[in-house]
Each structure stands twice: as structure tokens, then as C-alpha cells.
């Protein structure tokens, strides 16, 4: 059975984070298996409260899984401060669990800081070099870039472009929050790789129940770089790769507008196949 992991931290609300990735991981047929680094009190509405994981014992969870467990595909997500970070690089970098996918969790949906400032140069720095697939919002990408959040498409795709020169890293830039202009009714992701820059489209939901959704995106591309490896000594195909998984969101985000949990950002449905197979 392939396996996949994820570093990221909890969300008490189920929403997003580590329940989030598991969740999308089961939907793929995928075993999860995880690593904690931090605590978050929250639910639909925010973020009450962020306890970090201590670096050491973050180290201690990723050395215990990678000691017994063969890792087909990673995805890392937040990981709140420095310390964290690095520790998480020294684990990585020492062995390799699959291909990696850098979610740069900085801000929830509620508008709540996931990050601590310093860590931002630390993930800069020390994670993108690792990763096969960094995956950042637009304000993300121009957090990492050190420059102003693209308003259009076009500079979306001038962005992910720009990061892939400076790390040498594919990028997956999510449109999501770009609201007309140039995207028309459609969200529209831009997925730059030393292949050459795709844009992915989808037809915007109209839906509150977004909570979740780049945790999401992000691990169910890692749960298919598990199912689908890539031959030896190749990068996978994120192209590929990324239709699938994109159309899993879409799914996931329609049927989550009929769930009506909580009475902020409501989670999208991660298990709709199974509702949808029900007598």
C-alpha cells in the first residue's frame, strides 16, 4: 500500500492541517502517517491559540516514522517557528521520504498568522532547497519572492516563474484568491516546472466552506506521487499529477457547501465519495 507523510500541525476544528491531510490521504487509498508540529485551538471562525511542538521531540516523530516505515511521497505544512523548521530540514535532508511537497502555510483562512515572521527565512532557506513541489497561495508567493501580491494571472504565472528560477524548485502558485480580472469565473492555478509553465482551471465555487483547501490540494498531490512514482532518477510529472488532484478539491469543495459545520469557514467534504456511494 503506498504511504504518505505529513509535518504539519493540528486543527481542532477537523477542518484543515493534519486532520485535513490524513483525511485526503484515506480518500486516495493512501496510508497516512504523521508528524506533529504544533497544536492549534481552533474552529470555523479562527484561531484561538498556537502551541509549538518542541523542535527536538518534532525531530524525535519524523526519525521514528522514517525509522520503520518506507515513505512513498511527503507533504509539509505548517510549521510555526524556526526552530521547528530546521529541525524538520536536518530530518529531511539526512534521508529522503518520496517526493516532497512544501505547503508554506503562513496564514489560516480566517486570517490568522500560522507562522512566526522568523521562520519565514528559515523555510526560505533550509526547506525549498528540499522540496520537489512548494505550493503557495498568492500571498505566500510574494512573501517567499519579498514582493507584492499578484492581481492578475499574468502575474501569477511571472511569479511562480520567478520562484523556480531563484530555488530550482517546481511551483504550484494557487490562484485562489485572485477574484476576476484576468481569471474570468474560474480559479486558476499556474504549476511552473523545469518542463515548462501549465495553467490549471477550475470553475470557481461559490462557497463559505473553504477552510482546508490548500492542505488539501497539497496532500492529495503528495498521495498522488505515491500512487504514481516516478521512474528512478526522474522528477515526477506534475502536470500529471495535478489533474487529479485538482479535481479531487473541486469535488471535495462541493459537496463540503452541503456539510454546514460550524458558522465561519466550514471544512470541505474530504469524504464525499463515500456519502455519494450510500444506498
Same mark, same amino acid.
Given at each position: 500500500?503506498?504511504?504518505?507523510? &505529513?509535518?504539519?500541525?493540528?486543527?481542532? $476544528?477537523?477542518?484543515?492541517?493534519?486532520?485535513?491531510?490524513?483525511?485526503?490521504?484515506?480518500?486516495?487509498?493512501?496510508? $497516512?502517517?504523521?508528524?506533529? %508540529?504544533?497544536?492549534?485551538?481552533?474552529?470555523?471562525?479562527?484561531?484561538?491559540?498556537?502551541?509549538?511542538?518542541?523542535?527536538?521531540?518534532?525531530?524525535?516523530?519524523? +526519525?521514528?516514522?522514517?525509522?520503520?516505515?518506507?515513505?512513498?511521497? &511527503?507533504?509539509?505544512?505548517?510549521?510555526?517557528?524556526?526552530?521547528?523548521?530546521?529541525?524538520?530540514?536536518?530530518?529531511?535532508?539526512?534521508?529522503?521520504?518520496?517526493?516532497?511537497?512544501?505547503?508554506?502555510?503562513?496564514?489560516?483562512?480566517?486570517?490568522?498568522?500560522?507562522?512566526?515572521?522568523?521562520?519565514?527565512?528559515?523555510?526560505?532557506?533550509?526547506?525549498?532547497?528540499?522540496?520537489?513541489?512548494? %505550493?503557495?497561495?498568492?500571498?505566500?508567493?510574494?512573501?517567499?519572492?519579498?514582493?507584492?501580491?499578484? &492581481?492578475?494571472?499574468?502575474?501569477?504565472?511571472?511569479?511562480?516563474?520567478?520562484?523556480?528560477?531563484?530555488?530550482? %524548485?517546481?511551483?504550484?502558485?494557487?490562484?485562489?484568491?485572485? +477574484?476576476?480580472?484576468?481569471? $474570468?469565473?474560474?480559479?486558476?492555478?499556474?504549476?511552473?516546472?523545469?518542463?515548462?509553465?501549465?495553467?490549471?482551471?477550475?470553475?470557481?465555487?461559490?462557497?463559505?466552506?473553504?477552510?482546508?483547501?490548500?492542505? %488539501?490540494?497539497?496532500?492529495?498531490?503528495?498521495?498522488?506521487?505515491?500512487?504514481?512514482?516516478?521512474?528512478?532518477?526522474?522528477?515526477?510529472?506534475?502536470?500529471?499529477?495535478?489533474?487529479?488532484?485538482?479535481?479531487?478539491?473541486?469535488?471535495?469543495?462541493?459537496?463540503?457547501?452541503?456539510?454546514?459545520?460550524?458558522?465561519?469557514?466550514?471544512?470541505?467534504?474530504?469524504?464525499?465519495?463515500?456519502?455519494?456511494?450510500?444506498?
Amino acid at each position: 500500500m503506498p504511504v504518505a507523510l &505529513t509535518v504539519a500541525g493540528s486543527d481542532s $476544528g477537523g477542518g484543515a492541517g493534519i486532520q485535513a491531510d490524513l483525511k485526503t490521504f484515506a480518500a486516495h487509498g493512501v496510508y $497516512g502517517t504523521s508528524v506533529l %508540529t504544533a497544536l492549534t485551538a481552533q474552529n470555523t471562525r479562527g484561531v484561538h491559540g498556537v502551541l509549538p511542538v518542541p523542535a527536538d521531540f518534532v525531530r524525535r516523530q519524523l +526519525d521514528a516514522v522514517l525509522d520503520d516505515i518506507a515513505v512513498d511521497a &511527503t507533504k509539509i505544512g505548517m510549521l510555526a517557528d524556526a526552530e521547528v523548521v530546521r529541525a524538520v530540514a536536518q530530518g529531511l535532508g539526512s534521508r529522503r521520504a518520496g517526493p516532497v511537497v512544501l505547503d508554506p502555510v503562513m496564514v489560516a483562512t480566517s486570517g490568522d498568522a500560522l507562522l512566526d515572521p522568523d521562520a519565514v527565512g528559515a523555510v526560505r532557506e533550509l526547506l525549498l532547497p528540499l522540496a520537489d513541489l512548494v %505550493t503557495p497561495n498568492v500571498p505566500e508567493a510574494a512573501v517567499l519572492l519579498g514582493t507584492d501580491p499578484a &492581481t492578475s494571472v499574468a502575474q501569477c504565472r511571472e511569479q511562480a516563474e520567478e520562484l523556480l528560477r531563484r530555488s530550482g %524548485t517546481a511551483v504550484l502558485l494557487k490562484g485562489g484568491h485572485l +477574484d476576476g480580472g484576468d481569471s $474570468g469565473t474560474d480559479s486558476v492555478d499556474v504549476l511552473a516546472t523545469s518542463a515548462g509553465t501549465v495553467l490549471v482551471r477550475r470553475e470557481r465555487v461559490a462557497t463559505t466552506a473553504t477552510h482546508g483547501t490548500g492542505c %488539501t490540494l497539497s496532500s492529495a498531490l503528495a498521495a498522488q506521487a505515491a500512487l504514481h512514482p516516478a521512474p528512478a532518477g526522474a522528477d515526477p510529472d506534475w502536470a500529471a499529477l495535478l489533474g487529479p488532484a485538482r479535481d479531487y478539491l473541486q469535488a471535495a469543495l462541493l459537496a463540503g457547501a452541503r456539510l454546514s459545520i460550524g458558522s465561519g469557514h466550514g471544512p470541505l467534504d474530504h469524504a464525499f465519495a463515500l456519502r455519494e456511494d450510500r444506498p
